[in-house]
């Protein structure tokens, strides 16, 4: 069985996007791990790792949640398993990885996280023997400092170091004429340069609907849907805002749920999801055409400047109904990354 920790210099680098991606590409039979979490959830009565549930979803993984993912918490692991961490890795290794292929170890929101209670990636890498990948994203700068500091200051002898991913790069053909022979001089082997797409940004209906804690009135057979356009409906319906309704398409529309000129606008335009703030509902008209056009009504009790802030702020993570973003995961692995320096 190969096993592979997937670290990161910083959060947000689409480490998990990239296991979904590898795991695509590989077709192999796989496991996951996420030793020590950081998107802490609440699910069927007990705390999970986001990313855990996602890829037990995604892959049909039944091995026991505790297994793949100890806790959250420094103080409270350190207490339950004081120096005996180790232990619990391998035997969690040997559980989770039984009749795998390859195990992924995805480690937490960058390099350092759980250092100190000895589940931090490295940590993870050298205590199981894994092969360690390390992903950087961000501007071409940030990218080769992040490189540069791993080779210089990190001690990797001890470690099986495959090598970085390059992940998320705009214009990453420009990248790899001008800023990758660079990165090679340092002596790191680059496993790929995976190119951004803009499609992974986009948010699901049920992904804005679990974030927001929202109640669906409407709509609840097409969660799926995608959300390209936001729209923030506090003024009156004129006409620039009907020009934009006539010329955008996949867009959410957050109003409040006693402007029926708003979300009526909305219904005959090309919207996925209504997102109704301030905990009011429309009324039984405009709620039963809604529902004739199986458009989404999330309805959430913030007002719509919190509601717009908090969506503004969402992070665009894989979710399970994620389909599309999961088949295009795959080849943007299989068209960039050496497998084969992954798994042999």
Not at 15 to 32: H, P
Not at 93 to 117: A, C, P, Q, S, W
Not at 148 to 161: G, H
Request: include cysteine; charge should be neutral; hydrophobic fraction near 40%.
């Amino acid at each position: 069985m190969d096993k592979i920790v997937v670290a990161s210099m910083r959060r947000g680098a689409g480490k998990t996007s990239l296991v979904v991606g590898m795991a695509e590409a590989l077709k192999k039979k796989i496991g996951y791990m996420k030793p020590f979490g950081d998107r802490l959830m609440y699910k069927k009565k007990r705390l999970w790792d986001y990313d855990t549930a996602l890829m037990t979803n995604l892959y049909g993984l039944n091995e026991n949640p505790e297994d793949m993912c100890f806790g959250f918490d420094h103080s409270k692991l350190s207490y339950m398993y004081g120096s005996g961490t180790k232990d619990k890795l391998l035997e969690a290794v040997e559980t989770v990885g039984r009749g795998k292929d390859v195990l992924f170890m995805e480690g937490g929101k960058d390099l350092m996280y759980g250092t100190n209670i000895h589940l931090g990636p490295l940590s993870v890498a050298k205590h199981t023997g894994g092969k360690l990948v390390v992903v950087v994203n961000g501007d071409h700068d940030s990218i080769v400092d992040d490189i540069a500091f791993l080779k210089k200051y990190l001690d990797l002898k001890e470690l099986d170091f495959a090598g970085v991913i390059i992940n998320n790069v705009p214009k990453a053909d420009e990248f790899k004429e001008t800023q990758l022979p660079e990165v090679r001089k340092l002596g790191v082997d680059v496993i790929g340069v995976v190119p951004h797409r803009q499609e992974l940004t986009y948010l699901s209906v049920s992904y804005l609907a679990d974030m927001l804690m929202a109640k669906v009135v409407t709509g609840e057979e097409n969660l799926d849907r995608v959300v390209k356009n936001i729209l923030i409906g506090a003024m009156s319906v004129d006409r620039p805002l009907q020009k934009i309704l006539s010329e955008r398409s996949d867009i959410l529309m957050i109003t409040s749920g006693d402007r029926s000129d708003m979300i009526l606008a909305a219904l005959e335009s090309d919207t996925e999801a209504i997102v109704l703030t301030n905990n009011i509902l429309p009324g039984p008209q405009i709620i039963s055409k809604a529902g004739e056009k199986g458009v989404p009504m999330l309805m959430v009790p913030f007002d719509t400047y919190k509601t717009a802030k908090m969506v503004d702020e969402l992070e665009p993570l894989l979710t399970k109904e994620d389909k599309g973003k999961v088949k295009l995961l795959g080849r943007l692995a299989k068209e960039n990354l050496d497998m084969k320096k992954i798994s042999g």
